[in-house]
């Protein structure tokens, strides 16, 4: 069969053919819109763990409707033969091989992350370095949103050889931790104890969840680390900087000075 038999695969076409193969395109298309729109809508509305099975829902969703339009539309366009599926399958096969391999490669990885979920819509993920919540995710890239209300877009083909970090994976529990340098002279049993005090003292603490105060003697002083889950993932850069305070407020009140590296280094010279 010549040319992999496109144009007799193709031959079948009519204009009637197209018309109803682009309908079928159109109404998969908006109703993908729709439960673009909606789904993130209703979820807002919730909290938990329903929140981020629904958020997950819509990229599975899309991918079906994607696959049951082109088993849908291939039908219309294309006598349904051995023979001609061979062809059509086999010339897009070389297409994407050679004009995009690059997308070809996301587009694999990204159902890969679909059926394997290392992450999720409301997941809080690090990758190469960049923090965010996962906003979307489609079938090349994921969109991640940063604390600064930064919109990142990654490529799935970045899980083949790049590490990622997650922060709660399908979950509504994120560890949090707050880091206080201190000097020192001082009662450490009795910081870790007030420390201890003041993260459950804080109305966005998960109290529920473990938390858990941690000392350590490091080259810029009395290194602290202030360990628990806030209400809400979103609410962890509030939730940090308000421990902080708290931890700050703790240490003027017993005469501890916090100290950083740099104030250290200054003191050495």
């Not at 005469?255 to 010279?269: D, F, H, N």
């Amino acid at each position: 069969m010549g040319d992999f038999g496109i144009k007799d695969a193709l031959s079948s076409i009519t204009s009637e053919a197209l018309l109803e193969a682009l309908a079928v395109i159109v109404a998969a298309s908006l109703l993908i819109l729709m439960v673009q729109k909606a789904v993130p809508v209703l979820a807002a509305k919730l909290s938990g763990k329903p929140r981020l099975y629904l958020l997950a829902s819509v990229p599975l969703f899309r991918l079906l409707v994607i696959v049951l339009t082109i088993i849908v539309v291939v039908p219309i366009l294309v006598e349904p033969s051995f023979e001609n599926m061979i062809a059509i399958f086999g010339a897009l096969g070389l297409a994407l091989g050679f004009a995009f391999k690059d997308y070809a490669n996301s587009l694999i990885a990204g159902i890969v992350t679909l059926y394997e979920m290392p992450y999720r819509p409301g997941d809080w993920i690090e990758v190469n370095g960049r923090y965010g919540e996962v906003r979307s995710i489609g079938t090349r890239a994921a969109e991640i949103v940063t604390l600064d209300d930064t919109v990142i877009v990654i490529p799935h083909s970045l899980l083949w050889n790049t590490l990622l970090a997650n922060g709660n994976d399908g979950t509504d529990n994120l560890m949090c931790v707050a880091e206080v340098f201190l000097d020192p002279n001082h009662d450490v049993g009795r910081m870790l104890g007030l420390f201890r005090d003041a993260i459950f003292a804080c109305p966005l603490t998960k109290t529920y969840q473990p938390v858990l105060v941690t000392v350590a003697a490091r080259e810029a002083g009395m290194c602290y680390r202030l360990k628990a889950y806030p209400l809400e993932p979103r609410e962890q850069a509030r939730f940090i900087s308000d421990l902080t305070v708290r931890a700050a407020e703790i240490c003027g009140d017993e005469g501890v000075r916090m100290v950083s590296y740099p104030y250290l280094e200054a003191q050495k010279s």
